[in-house]
């Protein structure tokens, strides 16, 4: 991806997506205008508040997230266990000492060529190093990325997601650092890192969002202005260039295509006031669907989504070759251990399931 854009502010409203396009890149810069997918407004249409809400709340209950504090530490533990409840993502402490927290939802197998990443940081910090709740800053942005992986977990794409959750951002973006730096030895590319920080808005406040993006980014940023006006999310987006420094940073400096929805300025920020009546639930949605929209399409590689298997018929055996809309697949399945079957697949739960796609005439042979 590549483009040329200019630092002028740019307000993206439903009559402006045309002006976006010609301030901010040459004609032939411009990518086609995208289609309405009814996949991804459905997708969009899952993500929960009230889920937004309860891990915001969860994390301003550690009374500080400070690096080095034994909040920081059970907060990562805690992030930990919620992407572990979510099936399909395998999870895992990377950074060492830092514990950044990264959950990995496949590809299907159908595109090696990269990864997509979408990320925010856990820690917090304040005037009160013993009392920084750090609602806004950053524990809404968390809940925003945890609730993505939820809803793109019972997805299958293309590429392969990684949700990050990165620790000790507020002393130096160490975690994401660290995480850009042993990039280069990853096999895949990193095509596109989408960050979450300070991303809530307060109540009763505008529905503005700054779109912070590098040149790598401008088709992504670009994507976001149509699925804003699209799938109706109605955020009034703005690019004001300026010094916000988030881990989105770091992965500017090294190439990789990076873009950062902000909410306004937020002025109990780095205080024991940034508490979670602070928080616009209602904006932190549109947010989280602005950005599950560019990440669906980014993590697929041939324009559509395929959904998880609508449960269907009962299985009589598992220790059988099944046949799925042609598709021959020999195997034993262990009791307890679900089995998904890309392209044409398979979601098998021993002792309960075989299933096919919703309006789906496929069949499904035992043997």
């Not at 959904?307 to 021959?328: N, Y």
Request: proline share 7%; charged share 20%.
């Amino acid at each position: 991806m590549s483009s040329r854009y200019d630092g002028r502010l740019l307000l993206l409203v439903a009559v402006g997506v045309a002006a976006f396009l010609a301030t901010a890149a040459t004609a032939a810069d411009v990518p086609e205008e995208p289609a309405y997918d009814p996949e991804i407004a459905a997708m969009l249409e899952e993500i929960d508040g009230t889920e937004l809400y309860r891990t915001t709340r969860d994390l301003q209950n550690f009374p500080t997230r400070a690096f080095g504090t034994d909040g920081n530490r059970e907060a990562g533990g805690y992030l930990y266990r919620r992407l572990a409840e979510i099936p399909g993502l395998s999870v895992e402490f990377q950074g060492g000492d830092l514990r950044n927290v990264v959950a990995t939802l496949p590809g299907s197998g159908n595109a090696s060529d990269g990864v997509v990443v979408v990320g925010a940081h856990y820690d917090s910090t304040s005037s009160d190093p013993a009392r920084a709740p750090g609602a806004a800053d950053n524990g809404c942005g968390v809940a925003i990325v945890l609730e993505l992986a939820r809803v793109m977990s019972e997805r299958s794409f293309d590429r392969t997601v990684e949700f990050a959750f990165w620790n000790a951002e507020e002393i130096g973006l160490v975690g994401s650092r660290r995480y850009v730096g042993a990039a280069a030895d990853r096999e895949s590319e990193i095509l596109l890192y989408l960050n979450y920080d300070s991303a809530c808005g307060e109540p009763g406040g505008p529905p503005v969002a700054n779109v912070l993006y590098n040149k790598e980014a401008h088709e992504a940023a670009v994507l976001a202005a149509h699925h804003n006006t699209i799938y109706g999310i109605n955020l009034t987006l703005t690019r004001k260039p300026g010094s916000h420094v988030s881990d989105h940073t770091p992965f500017w400096a090294a190439g990789y295509p990076a873009m950062m929805t902000h909410a306004p300025p937020q002025q109990s920020a780095h205080t024991p006031d940034d508490t979670i009546d602070r928080i616009s639930f209602p904006y932190a949605v549109k947010n989280a669907r602005l950005g599950l929209s560019v990440l669906a399409k980014a993590a697929d590689a041939e324009g559509g989504i395929a959904t998880r298997w609508t449960v269907l018929h009962t299985a009589p055996d598992w220790s059988r070759l099944f046949t799925i809309a042609g598709c021959d697949y020999p195997g034993t399945l262990a009791a307890g251990s679900p089995r998904l079957l890309q392209g044409p697949g398979l979601l098998m739960l021993p002792g309960v399931a075989v299933s096919t796609p919703p309006g789906s005439a496929a069949g499904v042979s035992y043997y």
